[in-house]
């Protein structure tokens, strides 16, 4: 399962993405963590030192393609591969507990079994559709490559706002989870990525965070309505974390932590459509082509659709 973490800067989308994460790695299954930030802090949430941080995604795009297409004979080579092109038959498909060279070379893992990948640092501008090295391209190659079930969780903080919408990305999860603060700004990108969101089929659950107190909470159930799915306080194990001093989940305020388990258990109950999932690969790799892919590649992009390719998990069965 695919859970997305986005929101304003400041919201607690890496806080929240990392104790998520964490909680999960505890009472779950695998998890992979990818930063997709702009800040790229997630490693330091998760505990990892400066030191022990991955190789970045971005920094190795053409190592990552040429992995991923495998001898799928429509991905003629990587210069011709961008961040939409979709699997078919002879590419590399992961599993999120596989030893793969993806996982193997540009994961590490923490003390509590997290695996963290990072796209490495970049810029509003890198968010664009007609960036050909897009850094968080990566992450959507990966994510179109995945195959994942039940009870195994990536977990991607992200960034909002309406640049993110310019590629597909937004609609590889199977729930994203929007975090909030109790401040007008804080709703307002909600509405913002409700309208975008809604056209895509997109899952939605806001949660509340650094809440203090019941008005708080009025005051997102007014402005968010039964999109408000949980609510975080203001949490003084995760300042005391800030500060340096070490931290447990079990040093989390017991509604933090409950607000932890209905969230995993939120994300359980989500149905996994690959129907949708394959026809909004085909979709965005479309749009993106004819955007700005074709003429930058010189290649009609559409050929790399292979359109007896079947999403989901039945074709890692057959090529093992
Ligand atoms: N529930 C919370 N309680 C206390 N502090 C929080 C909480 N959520 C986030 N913070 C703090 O708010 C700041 C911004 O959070 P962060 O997760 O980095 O936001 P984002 O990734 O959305 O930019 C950080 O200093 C973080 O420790
Ligand atoms: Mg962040």
Redesign the pocket.
């Known amino acids: 399962m695919r859970v997305a ?1 986005v ?12 104790l998520f994460a964490r909680y999960t790695a505890a009472h779950g299954g695998p998890v992979v963590a990818i930063d997709a ?1 702009i ?1 790229q ?1 997630l490693a330091m ?1 998760l505990g990892l030192g400066e030191h022990e941080l991955p190789r970045t995604l971005g920094g190795h795009l053409p190592e990552i393609k040429d992995y991923l297409r495998g001898d799928n004979p429509r991905v003629a080579d990587t210069a011709s591969m961008v961040k939409t092109t979709p699997p078919g038959r002879g590419s590399r498909l992961l599993r999120l507990d596989g030893d793969d060279p993806i996982h193997e070379g540009f994961a590490v893992t923490t003390a509590e079994g997290v695996r963290l990948m990072v796209t490495g640092p970049f810029t509003e501008s890198d968010l664009g559709v007609s960036c050909y090295h897009s850094k968080v391209g990566a992450v959507e190659l990966y994510l179109n490559h995945l195959v994942d079930g039940a009870g195994e969780y990536a977990v991607i ?1 992200m960034t909002a706002g309406a640049d993110s919408f310019a590629s597909g990305l937004f609609t590889r999860f199977d729930l994203t989870v929007l ?1 909030a603060e109790p401040t007008r700004q804080g709703v307002g990108v909600y509405r913002q990525y409700r309208d975008y969101a809604a056209d895509f089929g997109v899952s939605i659950a806001v949660v509340g ?3 203090h107190g019941p008005g708080d909470v009025d005051f997102l159930r007014d402005h968010v309505g039964d999109d408000l799915f949980v609510c ?5 194990a ?2 005391a ?2 500060q340096g001093r070490p931290f447990t989940l079990a040093d989390l305020e017991p509604a ?1 932590r409950d607000g932890l388990a209905r969230l995993l258990d939120r994300v359980d109950a989500q149905p996994k459509d690959w129907e949708k999932f394959g026809r909004q690969t085909v979709e965005f790799h479309l749009r993106n082509a004819e955007a700005w892919a074709n003429r930058a590649t010189g290649a009609d992009l559409k050929a790399q659709i292979d359109p007896e390719f079947v999403y989901g998990p039945t074709p890692l069965a057959v090529t093992g």
């Open positions: 973490f929101g304003k800067g400041g919201s607690g989308k890496t806080t929240l993405s990392a930030d800040n802090h949430v903080d975090v965070n650094k809440v975080f306080e203001h949490s003084a995760v300042r974390m800030e933090n």
